[in-house]
């Protein structure tokens, strides 16, 4: 597609329940980012693809929080067990590798509110 | 350690104005980049411009540009000519590429505000 599409734009779901959010990236990007955004800081690094395997992890905050990219395109980031404090903007990004200069293109995220 | 730091939470510029957005890194990384992006309240994150740590010449991109002052660790966005359009949360942010992953780390951002 022209740009990286992330669904779904908003999800409000229940403390405890199991959530799947989608991005699919610019064609023939390679690389494939996971950041969370809450309200009013900075994007905080969270899982990187490189093709269809993480290249890294180290940001998922604990084990409740998977993502995987089984065909090296589309990504989905899921969630177990949601608490409060998931509530957040989850953006994706892509790009054409993960090295030096290549410049990521974000997607407009999906705002996630768990009640 | 913040790796990318801030300081100016939000800052308000008169229309036609230049305005200097502030940001310091900490990296003992040889080689890395810097980039800043732009967040409108719609909330897609635009890439404005970037700059190499091996870069000689500072970073310009139409009426952005790019301070670099490597020894003091600092990259400084400049926008000229501001218009009412340029209203919106700024984030700085860097790779490492020595380290592992590659990954963008980003400040806390700035927000900025155009008066007509």
Redesign the interface.
């Known amino acids: 597609g022209a740009g990286v599409s992330q669904t779904p734009s908003n999800k409000v779901t229940e403390k405890g329940k199991y959530v799947e959010l989608r991005c699919d990236p610019i064609s023939g990007h390679t690389a494939l980012?996971w950041?969370r955004q809450s309200l009013?800081?900075?994007?905080?690094?969270l899982i990187?693809f490189q093709g269809t395997g993480a290249?890294?992890d180290?940001?998922l905050p604990n084990d409740r929080f998977f993502a995987v990219r089984p065909e090296g395109s589309v990504s989905t980031l899921k969630i177990q067990r949601t608490e409060r404090g998931d509530s957040a903007?989850y953006?994706c990004?892509s790009s054409t590798d993960?090295?030096?200069?290549n410049?990521?293109?974000?997607?407009?995220?999906s705002r996630l509110t768990v009640l | 350690a913040q790796k990318i730091t801030q300081t100016q939470p939000g800052m308000f510029v008169q229309e036609k104005e230049a305005v200097t957005l502030d940001c310091t890194y900490d990296t003992s990384d040889p080689s890395y980049g810097l980039f800043w992006y732009k967040q409108p309240s719609s909330g897609e994150m635009i890439f404005l411009i970037y700059q190499g740590s091996y870069d000689q010449q500072n970073a310009t991109e139409g009426r952005y540009s790019l301070n670099f002052q490597k020894a003091r660790k600092s990259a400084n966005l400049v926008i000229s000519a501001s218009q009412l359009g340029d209203s919106a949360m700024y984030f700085c942010a860097m790779r490492e590429f020595k380290a592992a992953g590659n990954k963008l780390t980003f400040g806390g951002g700035t927000r900025v505000l155009v008066k007509p």
């Open positions: 980012y950041y009013g800081q900075g994007p905080e690094f990187y290249a890294d180290s940001g903007v953006l990004a993960s090295s030096g200069a410049v990521l293109t974000f997607g407009a995220g």
